[in-house]
Nanobody, 115 residues
């Protein structure tokens, strides 16, 4: 029903920036609540940032002031701009959609931050 494909993960230096994208297909893009999560090896998957169907955004404490989540309705894309990256940001980043209480995940994209 809903398909999510993340891209943009790469190797970055500490203090650098990356822009992640999630292509969303299926369902009605404008009505989906969308979010980014991340998971480091051996750790629980954790919330990063979200955007509601009305554009309201929320951020985890570690992301506040450094990351920016946005939706592009023209391209059905959820974006995450990551600034001032830290080695602890290293993780697989996943796109999540929750239409009408359902739950969908993308395949993830790897972000590695070197000191």
């Amino acid at each position: 029903q809903v398909h999510l494909v993340e891209s943009g993960g790469a190797l970055a230096q500490a203090g650098g920036s990356l822009r992640l994208s999630c292509a969303v297909s299926g369902g009605t893009f404008s009505r989906n609540a969308l979010a980014w999560y991340r998971q480091a090896p051996g750790k629980e998957r954790e919330f990063v940032a979200s955007a509601s169907s009305t554009g309201l955004t929320n951020y985890a404490d570690f992301a506040e002031g450094r990351f920016t989540v946005s939706k592009d309705s023209a391209t059905n894309t959820l974006n995450l701009t990551m600034d001032r990256l830290r080695p602890e940001d290293t993780a697989i980043y996943y796109c999540n959609a929750r239409p009408a209480g359902q739950n969908y995940w993308g395949q993830g994209t790897q972000v590695t931050v070197s000191s």
